[in-house]
């Protein structure tokens, strides 16, 4: 079966907003082009935190230019890729539907609880046990958005060693979905799907984006430390035996280290500064172990300086 | 060599604007901060004076530009260019004891400059601007 995506990472647009539903296209991006993004989803398993998230992966609009424009990613209207089904792939489905969920074992009508101790677990397997003597396999069925029962536990079976399983589909594999794709910006922004950049100042910032990770700098985003991004230390160069600068692959996750720099873009070589700017953006990069990065674009020769900002450690 | 503030007369009464923010970096170099053989150097090319000299901890043989300015006034991406480029050119008339056209002096440090800025309460600050993607130090 042919890739519809041409082997382009797909990129659901929602509200102009570029999500990534694929966890293998999650890895790709963050391990082959350093591209980290945002985890925003809710783990079914730790409903009630956001400290841990899952999928889907949420790209700045800056990242989805960049790879857009590589050629790397593709944007997805989820909304009009999601056609009404037919009368007939509707029943198709509910008759799919049907089936499974006939192969879902008969409620037993006890959901252990995971707090439950090992001595009271074992007293109500065995008044289980009594009760139904039917065991059945689990349902592994991917297409079915319930909640499946646990299985029956062996009595020595310890609370701890309880599972549910939560389906989240992060496909829609429905036969009325068509995914509608743009492989480029300008054809996503005629569709009205997706508008960024817009003013001079986004485009100043897609440019220095881009400028950054060609150098092999992985960022992340900025307002905690009052920039645009945070730019972490990108790959690194080993010596061979004959002295030649060989690239080892990206080191600079963020997962493992800090960043070095707080990156502030300036549209243009005329963009006014204020001294002020300067001592807040000093004092914040050095007091947090960083360099504040003024990155200025000049739109005539289509080049981006950076100028290092950190307090001289003495006045 | 005798370190006067006359060394910095010369470019007051030709830079009247900086007058105020070039004496008192100066005087807080000199006596404060006790940088040696510092000296103000009129930097043509932006039409400017900076200052130039050793810090007490440094004994690298290149000294460093110090540019003053006021917290009114406004800088600019271009403005931090120019005064890179002219580190590089190092086109300068360099007021040295009250003496222009005296011995020639040594390349200046072209990988960062130090921005001095002034408050009307007469308090200063320096921070440090370097050009590139610079590391912060440790």
């Known amino acids: 079966m042919s890739d519809p995506h041409d082997g382009k990472i797909p990129l659901h647009i929602s509200n102009e907003t570029a999500f990534v539903w694929s966890l293998d296209d999650a890895a790709t991006l963050r391990a082959t082009y350093h591209i980290c993004g945002v985890l925003t989803g809710t783990l079914p398993q730790a409903a009630q935190q956001n400290v841990f998230l899952g999928l889907p992966l949420m790209l700045m609009p800056e990242e989805v230019v960049l790879l857009v424009n590589n ?3 593709l944007l997805i209207d989820d909304s009009a890729s999601h056609t009404s089904p037919s009368a007939e792939e509707l029943s198709l489905w509910n008759e799919q539907r049907r089936a499974a969920l006939s192969r879902v074992p008969k409620k037993t009508g006890l959901l252990v ?14 008044r289980q046990k009594r009760k139904e003597a039917q065991t059945t396999p689990s349902v592994e069925s991917e297409e079915l958005m319930t909640l499946e029962s646990p ?11 309880l599972s549910y399983s939560f389906t989240i589909p992060a496909a829609s594999d429905f036969p009325w979905y068509h995914s509608k794709c743009y492989s480029s910006i300008k054809e996503a922004r005629n569709a009205g799907i997706w508008k960024y950049p817009e003013t001079p100042e986004a485009q100043a910032k897609c440019a220095v984006f881009e400028d950054l990770w060609k150098q092999g700098y992985f960022m992340g985003n900025g307002l905690r430390f009052g920039g645009d991004w945070l730019v972490y230390p990108g790959v690194c160069f080993l010596l061979s035996p004959s002295f030649e600068a060989i690239p080892e692959r990206p080191k600079g996750d963020p997962l493992r280290f800090h960043s070095h720099f707080v990156a502030t873009v300036l549209p243009s070589p005329t963009t006014e500064i204020q001294p002020i700017q300067i001592v807040a953006y000093g004092r914040l990069g050095t007091a947090t172990k960083k360099a504040h990065m003024l990155c200025c674009w000049d739109e005539s020769t289509r080049k981006v300086s950076y100028y290092s900002i950190e307090w001289a450690g003495f006045g | ?4 503030h006359e060394n910095v007369s010369a470019l007051n009464r030709k830079y009247p604007r900086y007058a105020g923010e070039l004496f008192q970096i100066y005087q807080d170099l000199l006596y404060a901060q006790k940088w040696r ?3 103000a150097v009129d930097l043509i090319s932006v039409e400017r004076p900076v200052l130039v000299g050793y810090r007490p901890d440094d004994d690298g043989k290149d000294p460093v530009m110090v540019v003053p300015c006021q917290c009114s006034d406004v800088l600019s991406p271009q403005l931090i260019q120019s005064l890179f480029f002219a580190l590089e050119d190092q086109v300068s008339n360099t007021v040295h004891n009250g003496e222009e056209g005296g011995p020639s002096q040594p390349r ?3 990988d960062f400059i130090y921005l001095a800025i002034t408050a009307p309460d007469s308090s200063q600050v320096y921070y440090k601007i370097s050009n590139g993607i610079s590391k912060p130090s440790l």
């Open chain 2, 1 to 4: 060599m005798d370190m006067t």
């Open chain 1, 151 to 161: 299985s029956p536990l062996t009595p020595k079976a310890s609370s701890k060693e």
């Open chain 1, 71 to 73: 050629g790397v990613a």
């Open chain 2, 37 to 39: 053989s510092l000296s």
């Open chain 2, 108 to 110: 200046w440090r072209r």
């Open chain 1, 113 to 126: 609880p995971p707090t439950l101790s090992d001595e009271a677990l074992k007293r109500r397997l065995e």
